[in-house]
């Protein structure tokens, strides 16, 4: 789940972010994520790489910095300490409104950004940085040709990716002042470096001088044929994936606790969940709940929707197995399903009722059709839903 948000940084400017939440669960963790220099929030990198990280159960706050993207300000009034203050912003608007921040991830200057920007933050655990430079002024190289222009008459517009922007002397200025490997030396937090061996643009060196600078505990994670941007999307999902897996030992993680049971299915619901219920259903885990508009989280099928869902299940399942049996080339069948309460042909009073309809993909005449059609009422699930049912019902002590 992905919802805009917008929130001001040190200077009272508008900066527009995304806020991406797991869809099954609360947050444990919020995340800040960083993006590369001259880049925004929308990289598809950027997406990947959070969309790895809230399926296991984060939330992530990506942002434009000032000037880029759909945040306010000037580009070219912007410079590396800028960034810097941009991410603190980010997560003392994280810390107002939901959580403070444990986890900050940086994508090449951002990742230089995240270091400096971590060193500042007390609620920050772990840092990883993908593809980043160990000096921020690596970035003056990208604008080499145009350095004597900007030093002669302080600015000088600069062709960056196929854009232009305007770089300023005061930015080139700041870079001088900054040493990311004395910010690393003293983080004192857990630090992952990530880095492609054959990036072009920001040679695999400067992984090595970030992780030698770092304190324990560190690691390096070796992103083979991934280039600079992580344009192949199966790269940006490992790195999600890596981080997901790697950041456990460093923060506070609670477990999941579904019911343990000797009965088919048990439910478990805590008085503070609302009405997310967690499931053991044989030799499965799965979520319940109840939408946003009677009170739930939405994180998982209603009751009813579990309901509708095994008719579903049972009655492709009934389908495809008379139809193996016939011998019919049936290649797929679907089956959609909607419950409601409607009023009785019989009575004013109103009957539960499935709604339910079956496509099936294969060459079957009419008299074929018809046959999967009385099939389908013979699925076991169907037939339940008809009979008498008994509902025994005990207090454990």
Known sequence: MSEKITFLNNSNQ???????????????NFVIFAHCFTCNKNLSAVKNISRALTSKGFGILRFDFTGL??????????????????????AQFLDANYKAPTLIIGHSLGGAASI?????????????????????????????SSI????????AKVDLGGRVFTIKKQFVDDLETKSLPEVAKKLNKA?????????????VKNAEEIYVAASHPKSFVSLDSADHLLTNKKDSLYVGEVIAGWVKRYLDIPELIFPKTSFDVAASLKSIDKFTTYMQVGNHQMVADEPLFYGGND????????????????????????????????????????YSKEVSETSSSKIDTFTRSIKVEGDLDEKQTQRLLQIADKCPVHKTLHNTVNVITTMQS
Not at 149 to 155: K, S, Y
Not at 191 to 203: A, K
């Open 14 to 28: 508008k900066l527009s972010g995304r806020l991406e939440m797991p869809k099954h669960q609360e947050p444990h």
């Open 191 to 203: 630090v992952l470096v990530m880095h492609s061996p054959s990036d072009s643009i920001v040679g």
């Open 69 to 90: 993207g759909e945040s306010d300000g000037d580009f070219e009034d912007t410079n590396f300490s800028g960034n810097v203050a941009d991410l603190v912003s980010a």
């Open 148 to 155: 004597d222009e900007i030093n002669t008459t302080g600015l």
């Open 299 to 338: 994180f998982g099928p209603s009751p009813y929707e579990l309901v509708s869902a095994g008719l579903s299940a049972c009655t492709v399942m009934t389908i495809q197995m008379y139809a193996k049996r016939k011998g019919w080339a049936i290649k797929n069948v679907q089956v959609h399903t909607n």
């Open 116 to 144: 400096f920007a971590a060193s500042q933050l007390s609620s920050i655990k772990a840092v990883v940085t993908v593809g980043a430079p160990s000096n921020p002024k690596h970035v003056q190289h990208l604008f080499d």
